[in-house]
Each structure stands twice: as C-alpha cells, then as structure tokens.
C-alpha cells in the first residue's frame, strides 16, 4: 500500500461568499513495492531504469520544462460520467503549458471516460489505485506522459466549511474532484466553471513543475516561509492565500485566471523552460 505525506499548508479558494475552498498538494510520497508486480516493464515500480512515475511532485520538473530529453508532452485525462472538465478549461491549460514549456514535438491532450468510482469521498490511496488500473499513457522514447483524473466525488478531508478541489499526488500526476468544482460554480455570487477550473487545473501543473522550491530551483528567493512551496507574492498563481488581496476579484473580471508572477516565470525559464 502507497503511503503519501501531505503538505499541511494548503492553498485556498473563495469561490462563493461563505464556503472555504482548499487546493491540497503533496510534497513526497513513498511506497511499499512488496505488493508490485515483479515485471521490469511496471511503470510505477520500474527496475529496469525507465521513467519513474511514483516520484514526488517536482520530481521531474526539467523533463517537463526542457527539450534535452522529451520533445513532446501527451496529458491523458480520465473522467467519469458526467465530470468531463470543460474545453474552455483544458484549452486554457494547454495555453499555459504551451507558454511555459519548451516541447517543440507538441502538446496534445487524449480523453477517456472511465467507470465511476462509485464513492462519494476518496482517499489518496484510492486515487492512486484508480491510476494504476486506469492509466494507459506513460513516458517513452522522447514522450512525455501526464495523468489528470477527474473524480465524481469529494476529498475524505472535506468538511462543510472546507473542500480539496485538486490534488498534486505524484511527479506526474494530478487529481481534480470535478464534482466539487461544479457545486461551487456558475451561480450568481460564484465564478464561471471554467474559470475556477482553468485556476486550479493551472496551479496544480505549477506544482508538477517543481514550483515553489520544489523541484525548480528558486533564482529569487520567494517562498513563502509559513507556506512552503508556494508564492509569497498575494496575486500569483502559487501562492497559497488566493482569497487575500486582489485575486479572488480576478475569478469575476474579464481576465479572471490569475498568473504566475515574474519569480515563478524566472525558476521555470531557468530550469530549461520558455
């Protein structure tokens, strides 16, 4: 059984006027491969010296950012039923990445929808066991692969005041709890879907991409000390506290996803990003 350790600063979204919403991300995770197939060829556990897709968040952050090793970048997404993230969030996604990364074989994205998880909560063990039965596309050759999963159901942490929309779980893979996503949108007093999706979609990436201090060194010191791996600019992406300052009024102007600011741009482009 995997274990992971959480970050305990978590990242925080005012979506509505009263509910508290928090994007979770993981610093590490270790595993016990006692129970792993004993095949070199496991992807999660190779032993032949392939890619290894059971690393921490960041872990592989130059493979993303650079062209040295792979050229071309393929984001699998798996939904189910009826939680398909919107083509305005995945379209502003690959924008993001497309600005950030240097993959001059492309960028694609694949979809599939897979069975319902049949849960109304999940652990992280449970996510990571639907990736492992689930996930068809892995790093090869010059190719580069990403997983996003998107879940019909909730965090096992949530509570009535507070929610986990993502999760950054593995070096190469990311949760979305679309389900909470949807219940907290395109009402009145909420953002568009799309708009919170794209924000937590992006800021999940930032975190693949060794973001802040975690896998793409700092070339200005600008973590947040009570927050680690995080902005401690109030308006970027990373940073933990979106709620303060202006960048929750951004989900509601016309140029609502907030962006990296220029100390994450410069760790990126330093380590082998555009």
């Known amino acids: ?26 610093n590490a995770c270790s595993s016990d491969n006692s129970n792993a197939p004993s095949t070199s060829v496991n992807p999660f556990a190779p032993t032949d010296g392939s890619f290894n897709h059971n690393l921490g968040p960041g872990a592989s ?20 039923d009826g939680y398909k993230p919107t083509p305005d969030a995945v379209s502003q996604l690959k924008t993001f990445l497309g600005n950030r990364l240097n993959k001059p074989s492309g960028i694609s994205f694949i979809y599939t929808q897979i069975a319902p998880g049949g849960k109304s909560t999940y652990t992280l063990d449970d996510i990571a066991k ?52 949807q219940s907290l949108t395109d009402q009145p007093t909420e953002p568009q879907r799309y708009v919170l999706e794209a924000t937590v979609y992006e800021h999940e990436f930032g975190h693949v991409l060794g973001l802040v201090n975690n896998g793409s060194p700092m070339q200005t010191d600008h973590e947040d000390a009570s927050h680690p791996h995080h902005c401690d600019n109030s308006n970027c992406l990373m940073n933990w506290q979106v709620e303060s300052g202006g960048v929750v009024g951004n989900l509601f102007g016309t140029n609502p996803i907030p962006t990296l600011d220029q100390n994450c741009l410069d760790d990126l482009k330093a380590n082998g990003g555009k």
């Open 61 to 80: 952050a130059h493979d993303f950012l650079a062209s040295d090793t792979y050229t071309q970048l393929v984001v699998e997404i798996q939904y189910m």
């Open 130 to 181: 639907m990736e492992e039965n689930n996930r068809t596309e892995f790093t090869d050759g010059r190719k580069l692969a990403a997983y996003f999963l998107f879940l019909d159901g909730g965090y096992t942490d949530d509570t009535d005041k507070s929610k986990v929309l993502g999760v950054t779980y593995r070096n190469t893979s990311v949760a979305i709890f679309e389900k909470t996503i």
């Open 1 to 26: 059984m995997r274990k992971f350790a959480l970050n305990p600063h978590r990242r925080k979204f005012v979506p509505g006027l009263f509910l508290l919403v928090v994007l979770l991300v993981l």
